[in-house]
């Protein structure tokens, strides 16, 4: 059987530390798996606000997520903090993915890899959006080079 391989990218634009709470903990008595897109919201919000933007407003548009990977490489438990590293990559017309590499920050073991794919939306209009050219200059600025475009 095949499993999901989330490739990293080669940088990354921002990091962030999330404590696991009580509860995140699920019965196994380590991070519940259905947390880890918490987790991965959670720094994606923290990014966009450095940057001075909301999952509403990214340079007039706003993001809705259209996929989601979860590559998991060891548990995590209570107490422990988490770094959440993040880089975007493969900008395409009306979207990109952000990359996320999740370790226990005193130990630096990797917890994760997350892959989320983002489409930018017009709320008012209920459609699809183009990805605003400001937002792929100032990605480029930090460092991260989108991958061939399609």
Same mark, same amino acid.
């Given at each position: 059987m095949s499993r999901i391989k989330v490739e990293l990218p080669k940088s990354f634009a921002f990091e962030t530390d999330i404590p696991i709470r009580i509860g995140d903990i699920n019965? &196994? !008595?380590?991070?519940? @798996?259905?947390?880890?897109? #918490?987790?991965?919201? %959670?720094?994606?919000?923290?990014?966009?606000?450095?940057? &001075?933007?909301? %999952?509403? @407003?990214? %340079? !007039? #548009?706003?993001?809705?997520?259209?996929?989601?990977?979860?590559?998991?490489q060891s548990q995590s438990f209570y107490g422990e903090v988490l770094r959440v590293e993040i880089g975007v990559e493969d900008f395409q017309k009306f979207g990109c993915d952000f990359l996320y590499r999740i370790t226990e920050k005193e130990s630096h073991r990797e917890v994760a890899r997350v892959k989320t794919g983002i489409v930018f939306f017009d709320y008012e209009k209920g459609k699809i959006a183009v990805l605003p050219e400001q937002f792929r200059v100032k990605m480029r600025s930090h460092n991260i080079q989108p991958i061939e475009e399609k």
């Open positions: 019965y &196994g !008595g380590h991070l519940g @798996n259905d947390t880890m897109l #918490s987790v991965a919201h %959670e720094a994606r919000v923290r990014f966009l606000m450095q940057h &001075g933007y909301t %999952e509403f @407003n990214i %340079e !007039g #548009s706003g993001i809705i997520m259209v996929d989601a990977a979860v590559q998991y």
